[in-house]
């Protein structure tokens, strides 16, 4: 494939068969999951997987099932998005989000939002009702207002969960410790979603409430293009884990360029980045991708990663820890 062949909309092809995988974030560990929390997590993915996959089935576009799943578990407070953001150092809860659709390469993002319910929905209005790709703090805010997104107060993201990792990862500021924690979701659980649609376009979102005790107006990769989020014809990737270093090897974008210009297989080139190249970096975290045939990866170095996937075979799994890897 030539450089334009992989960079330009896709062209019609023969009807696909949909494939959805969405995620709930790495560095989950056995010794924060009771055999309960197990079940509402994976019962959370379920219906977040269902979601989607039935607007793949009804024959709508791969971006209204990234949405359609990523709300489910923004409302969800297990999860680091939405409802369950984790703080910032100063107590708030400020949210980033990105969709990209492949099919296009249109892109829209948000950061740094404090009262928008579902930043997945105004990063996609971002994407299709604005000329440019990236909003942030009150500007996105403002942008949400005239688009009718829906607002709430701050104490709607507020979950006592959260709170008391904020309280510990302060203490040991104080104590200028490391977190202990640093790679458990206490400080990761950014959720997202790539799809391939029935035409065979593919689209990518994530949202997240960044890291837990991030510093004023952090960004993390979540919603930068090309970092933790990425679509285009040939490749679709949402990325979790420690931003910085997700920036710093614009992980999702190198993904798809060796997916689509070199033809690396997606397994191969999703393991090489996130499993070898990040944490080469001292980084960690993990992926969910799709390609244009449908092949799935969902590499990890963190030991689980809430994850649940519908491939070729039609079949729904949901996993957390390294047993059940996607059969591609
Ligand atoms: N990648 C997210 C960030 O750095 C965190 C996560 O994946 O949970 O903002």
Wanted: with cysteine; charged share 20%; glycine share 10%.
């Amino acid at each position: 494939m030539a450089l334009s062949a992989a960079l330009r909309p896709a062209a019609a092809r023969a009807e696909a068969i949909p494939v959805l995988v969405i995620h709930g974030g790495a560095g989950v560990i056995k010794a924060d999951m009771s055999p309960e929390r197990q079940k509402i997590v994976k019962a959370a993915l379920a219906r977040a997987l269902d979601a989607g996959y039935a607007v793949l089935k009804a024959g709508k576009p791969a971006k209204d099932a990234v949405v359609a799943s990523i709300r489910v578990l923004e409302d969800d407070p297990n999860f680091n998005a939405g409802k369950g953001a984790v703080f910032t150092h100063d107590g708030h809860n400020e949210m980033d989000a990105a969709i990209m659709d492949g099919a296009t390469l249109q892109a829209g993002a948000v950061a740094g939002v404090r009262h928008v319910r579902n930043p997945i929905t105004l990063a996609r209005a971002v994407m299709e009702h604005s000329k440019h790709v990236l909003l942030i703090g009150q500007g996105a805010e403002a942008f949400a207002r005239a688009q009718d997104i829906d607002l709430v107060d701050p104490s709607y993201f507020w979950t006592r969960r959260r709170w008391d990792q904020l309280q510990k990862a302060l203490r040991e500021d104080a104590a200028h410790v490391r977190h202990a924690d640093e790679t458990t979701d206490r400080h990761f659980g950014t959720v997202g979603a790539v799809a391939l649609d029935r035409d065979g376009h593919l689209a990518a979102g994530t949202s997240t409430g960044g890291m837990t005790d991030k510093l004023w107006g952090r960004v993390g990769d979540s919603p930068l293009i090309g970092a933790g989020t990425y679509a285009n014809a040939g490749c679709a990737m949402s990325g979790t884990g420690w931003g910085e270093f997700y920036i710093r090897t614009v992980a999702a974008h190198e993904i798809c360029m060796r997916v689509t210009l070199l033809h690396e297989p997606l397994a191969h080139a999703a393991d090489d980045v996130i499993n070898h190249e990040i944490p080469a970096l001292g980084g960690n975290g993990g992926a969910i991708l799709v390609d244009a045939q449908g092949n799935i990866a969902t590499p990890f170095n963190t030991s689980g990663m809430y994850r649940a996937w519908i491939g070729r075979d039609g079949i729904s799994h949901v996993a957390i820890f390294a047993d059940g890897a996607p059969a591609q």
